[in-house]
């Protein structure tokens, strides 16, 4: 068990994203968010411009930085010395952002393979850094699940992501095994189950599996109506050690840790 789970709170700056009610139009309702999520009990929150799901198109730097923008200038002006990630796989995204708002958690989904200059600026502008296990994107991340043994091929990934990042000088990264990206329903559920397994790689672990269609989907639910096994699968992870859970009810998510940890 980890000895402190902190909750990212999500944050989406897109109409695409899966679940509407994490989803903020414009600055009032992203100022309202952001408050209300840390009175909740947020440890941090992460700020995503762009639908990562299964399906989405990523628009290009440019619609990602206007999006993403004008949050930033909230962040800037209204909540400094917060913690806060952002979502994105390119490194002139994390260069602009930086310098809006100083140092933050960059939260890459490909672990710096959409972007050759990824891990080089994360480690020279000395940012902590999300790698998450993907594969493909999202038109093809559906039809790249053939793994030998799930949770050994992942840990074979990071293994090999450990030493491209220490060779590029990064050195404050967290493992993300990828919830939801090239896995299916079964194998998603299988790395939960021996998500413990990935702690002896000695890394921090992050887990999101927020309202994905792995809580929902094998018990006939919807994304709106699956809270409480939500809970119950988050509680699970933060059991076997996770020490970060990404998760869109931070209320409910900390108060039912509370009851568990």
């Known amino acids: 068990m980890h000895k402190y789970t902190n909750i990212i709170g999500i944050i ?14 414009n600055a009032e ?31 290009g730097e440019a619609a990602e930085w206007k999006r993403l923008e004008w949050a ?12 806060f990630s952002v979502d994105t796989f390119s490194s002139e995204i994390v260069r602009r952002t930086y310098d809006r708002i100083g140092p933050f958690m960059v939260n890459d ?23 998450m296990h993907s594969r493909g994107n999202g038109q093809t991340m559906d039809s790249m699940c053939d793994y030998k043994d799930v949770v050994s091929d992942v840990k074979d990934y990071f293994r090999e992501f450990g030493r491209k990042a220490e060779a590029a000088g990064v050195t404050d990264w967290i493992l ?6 090239a896995k299916t329903a079964g194998q998603n559920l ?10 002896d790689l000695g890394r921090p672990v992050l ?17 709106e109506s699956c809270l409480d096994v939500n809970l119950a699968l988050q509680g699970q992870a933060a059991l076997q050690g ?19 940890l």
């Open 12 to 25: 989406n700056l897109n109409a695409d994203s899966f679940y509407r009610h994490s989803r903020v139009e």
């Open 29 to 59: 309702s992203f100022r309202a968010r952001v408050a209300s999520m840390f009175e909740e009990g947020a440890d941090m929150i992460d700020i995503g411009a762009c639908s990562s799901r299964p399906g989405s198109v990523y628009p």
């Open 176 to 181: 993300d095994p990828g919830f939801g990206f």
């Open 109 to 131: 989904i490909t672990a710096g393979e959409a972007d050759g200059a990824m891990l080089a600026t994360v480690a020279e502008l000395g940012l902590p850094y999300i790698a």
């Open 242 to 260: 996770a020490a970060y859970l990404r998760v869109h009810d931070v209320a409910a998510c900390r108060d039912y840790l509370r009851t568990i």
């Open 207 to 223: 887990v999101g599996i927020s309202r994905k269609r792995m809580v929902w989907e094998p018990l006939g639910l919807t994304p």
């Open 72 to 83: 930033l200038d909230e962040v800037a002006s209204n909540f400094a010395g917060r913690i």
């Open 190 to 199: 299988e790395m939960l189950a021996r998500l413990h397994e990935f702690m």
